[in-house]
């Protein structure tokens, strides 16, 4: 495999339990593999609750899996410690969706930006204002909001400025949590297109994860759609409307996919209860809300196995022509 189409971080079989009052143990994410390119985005999708920002926030070496490796450029990170576990941090940052609580109210945009590098011993302080503008401008912000404190920005230039900060390490990957966000659709638009413009100069690996299917199937590489703690389905994201085969996948689709890609229209729920994985629900952990499920879907757990190119589907329907 060439150095070009090796992973930058990847995911192999994490898994995620958290301990339950009752006892038992909720499992957020079941046994996830997912690999992350130079240059390209992964979008994950999925409902609330299904465990994205979960998975992201092991990616980032938030938390560690309770089983799984991570790997950076084939170096397992869920090893890392100290000094080690420190240094990577800079190669693989998150902005976080909601600003406001994020930043420290009384620190000025140009000290919010710099506070990365001047913890990573990367600048002087008296580069910081220079930096700070230069990063500013980067994200399309004038030069000026240097003096300006959080509480004197939008929602979308807080987001702004929180890219800026992330993409000041010149880290090679970035994780954005929009399912979390507080902005509107339309302006989680916008700053995904920037983001996408951003990693087309800088060649970033992105991970992106948000509840709009239609959205992230427009801008990323590949999607994953993720349900109850599962990866149900891994496809191109130009494929997602014509290629979808999962029930789950177009159920997703129906609900918010529109031509015209109006993204103010809310998820529509689907039938069913999504239940907490406990692990103790045999079979396919999409039956409760399928209306194709079979004897065998109650039974055995279906597989993500590869059917068509990039294209994986854990689901026993696979040639069943919906
Ligand atoms: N620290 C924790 N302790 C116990 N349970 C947790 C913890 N963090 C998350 N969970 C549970 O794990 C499951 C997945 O949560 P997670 O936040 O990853 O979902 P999500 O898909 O990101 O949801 P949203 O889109 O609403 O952010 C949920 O049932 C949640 O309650």
New binding site residues.
């Given amino acids: 495999m060439s150095k070009e189409e090796r992973p930058i971080l990847e995911a192999k079989h994490v898994t995620k339990k958290?301990p339950l009052a009752n006892g038992k143990e909720?499992i957020?994410n079941d046994d996830i593999s997912l690999k992350f390119y130079k240059g390209q985005t992964l979008g994950i999708v999925?409902e609330?609750?299904?465990?994205?920002?979960?998975f992201m926030r092991m990616m980032v070496q938030l938390e560690k899996p309770t089983s799984g490796k991570i790997f950076f450029k084939e170096k397992d990170i869920t090893k890392m410690k100290g000094e080690e576990l420190r240094a990577n941090r800079r190669n693989v940052q998150m902005v976080f969706q909601n600003p406001a609580t994020s930043f420290n109210p009384k620190m000025k945009v140009r000290d919010i930006i710099c506070e990365p590098l001047m913890n990573f011993g990367l600048i002087k302080k008296k580069e910081k204002d220079a930096i700070a503008r230069k990063y500013l401008e980067m994200v399309e912000l004038p030069g000026d909001f240097v003096d300006r404190y959080p509480h004197n920005m939008s929602g979308g230039q807080q987001q702004r400025v929180g890219i800026a900060r992330a993409i000041a390490l010149e880290p090679e990957i970035i994780f954005c949590d929009e399912?979390?966000s507080a902005l509107d659709v339309s302006v989680q638009k916008t700053i995904l297109e920037l983001l996408v413009k951003l990693q087309k100069e800088k060649q970033i690996a992105l991970g992106f994860i948000c509840?709009y299917l239609a959205m992230i199937s427009s801008i990323a590489h590949q999607v994953a759609v993720m349900y109850m703690g599962n990866i149900v389905e891994i496809l191109p994201g130009e494929k997602v409307t014509e290629e979808a085969m999962h029930p789950y996948t177009k159920a997703l689709l129906q609900s918010v996919f529109d031509i015209h890609m109006d993204f103010s229209k809310p998820i529509e729920p689907l039938e069913g209860e999504v239940n907490?994985a406990t692990g103790e629900q045999k079979g396919c952990p999409f039956q409760n809300r399928c209306a194709y499920c079979m004897k065998k879907c109650q039974e055995e757990k279906p597989e993500l196995k590869t059917v068509g190119e990039k294209h994986e589907l854990a689901c026993h329907l696979k040639n069943t022509n919906l």
């Fill in positions: 958290f909720l957020a999925g609330s609750g299904c465990g994205k920002s979960t399912s979390t509840h907490g």
